[in-house]
């Protein structure tokens, strides 16, 4: 096999990696729920979807809560919120804002947020600390939604009773949970308000998931990967490292036959053949 021939497959073989690796995420999006949240009442409101989808490698979680009405506007520090998908739950509010010296947490009313466990605002149990540097008393003057935050936040992840819920909990519930199941089923959004303080509506949400690579696309990839080094180090054997230089190759000729080879020698046609070859983007012999 010439040179530029492996030079070839070895491009293949790392397009073929690069797209293994890149996984396009699947987004399923529930609108135009309109479902009432009972206010002070820990039953709450369930909303369930079943979809089709692959492995689950990553998940994203677009939530919006909107004001029921003008009278009792939504208050976010009353929300607890989590998704579950077979028995395993994510935690993506525990009354936000809820600390030790304001028990109430924020009174902003209501949010249309996206949720990651990479989500660049970080903990959105503190979102205000966040945007107002440190400032967790100032209010927003409306809902917390992603163009006044600029990106997503990370799911609040307090898996702890939310009457008794801090900043300091721990956060042992993020959206990884889901890491490696089949995304084929019921996935089942709760919503609850602990307090009587407003009243807010479940206007929408959406699951975003971006596939687990299938082991057997990293077993093909990497087996074609060792056929072409294999073939590579074929290739080196036979032409030595210089095939994996091609075009010094071509000037290691063509300085050999420069001044002694004339027309029709071995040196000067083999010279003039590289020079042609590389024009042409192939590995002359």
């Not at 040179?3 to 491009?11: K, R």
């Not at 809902?143 to 990106?151: E, F, K, R, V």
């Not at 057997?216 to 073939?231: K, R």
């Not at 300085?255 to 002359?284: E, L, Y």
């Amino acid at each position: 096999m010439k040179p530029g021939t492996i030079h070839v497959y070895l491009a293949v073989w790392l397009w073929l990696a690069a797209n293994a690796a890149a996984q396009v995420p699947i987004l399923y999006s529930f609108d135009n729920l309109a479902l009432s949240i009972p206010d002070n009442n820990a039953s709450g409101v369930f909303n369930e979807q079943t979809i089709l989808g692959p492995l689950v490698g990553e998940v994203k979680v677009r939530l919006e809560i909107v004001d029921a009405g003008p009278e009792a506007p939504a208050f976010n520090g009353d929300f607890y919120v989590y998704l579950q998908h077979g028995s395993s739950i994510a935690v993506l509010l525990n009354r936000p804002g809820r600390t030790l010296e304001n028990p109430s947490g924020y009174g902003d009313p209501g949010m249309n947020v996206t949720l990651a466990d990479n989500g660049l605002n970080g903990d959105i149990h503190q979102y205000r600390t966040t945007l107002f540097s440190g400032n967790s008393d100032l209010p927003l003057g409306g809902p917390l939604t992603d163009s006044i935050s600029l990106g997503a936040w990370a799911p609040d992840a307090r898996n702890t009773d939310p009457s008794t819920v801090t900043d300091a909990s721990e956060r042992t519930a993020p959206l990884s949970v889901f890491y490696s199941m089949p995304a084929t089923g019921n996935w089942t959004l709760f919503v609850a308000d602990l307090k009587s303080s407003g009243l807010g509506e479940l206007q929408s949400w959406s699951l975003e998931i971006t596939p687990l690579p299938e082991p057997v696309d990293s077993a093909w990839v990497v087996g074609v990967g060792l056929i072409c080094v294999g073939w590579w180090f074929k290739c080196i054997s036979k032409h030595g490292p210089a095939a994996l230089f091609p075009s010094h190759r071509c000037h290691s000729i063509r300085a050999a036959s420069s001044g002694t080879a004339t027309p029709g020698k071995r040196g000067m046609t083999r010279g003039v053949k590289c020079a042609a070859g590389r024009v042409a983007g192939t590995w002359a012999r």
